[in-house]
């Protein structure tokens, strides 16, 4: 926009007669609305077939960006991608595009699209024995027995990813 030029004495009163060459000059103001970057978490939907678990979630970027008023920016301290778990039939890894639409009260997010790989493998199970059973928090004036293990010991069956298993 165009712009009419004039002068103005140190007490801030507008100086009539002087002349300013160029009287007018282009200006160019760029608006944006407030912004916040906030972590990107990951969160699901649907199921996994019944054999396969999850055994990891990479998205390509960390964090997005919000754009909206102040007010609604304030409340905002993630945002959370939702991936559909349905779309993966078989063990193996497989990177699906989610789209990100703006929390209730914004006005855009950006990127618009993000890129998360899922590797999924056939479950797998691992037994871990002899697992001591310790009592916490019993009050002072009290006392407690296990009595449903001879050697108060437990034996726990996890079921999982084989790479999580293994740590």
Do not use: C, H
Request: negative net charge; proline residues 7%; charged residues 20%.
């Amino acid at each position: 926009k165009k712009m009419k030029l004039l002068a103005y004495d140190s007490a801030g009163n507008e100086v009539k007669g002087a002349v300013i060459e160029p009287s007018t000059v282009s200006v160019e103001l760029p608006i944006t609305l407030p912004f916040k970057s906030v972590p990107l978490d990951i969160g699901f939907t649907g199921q996994l077939p019944g054999s396969l678990v999850l055994s990891r979630v990479t998205p390509e970027i960390n964090s997005v960006v919000v754009y909206g008023s102040n007010e609604a920016l304030e409340s905002i301290t993630s945002y959370e991608g939702i991936v559909d778990l349905s779309t993966m039939e078989s063990a193996g890894t497989k990177q699906l595009e989610i789209k990100l639409t703006p929390p209730a009260g914004t006005e855009k997010v950006e990127p618009g699209v993000v890129k998360v790989t899922l590797s999924a493998t056939e479950i797998a199970q691992r037994t871990i024995e002899g697992i001591p059973v310790t009592l916490q928090g019993l009050g002072n004036d009290l006392e407690a027995t296990v009595t449903s293990s001879a050697n108060q010991a437990v034996t726990l069956t996890l079921s999982g990813s084989p790479n999580l298993l293994d740590q």
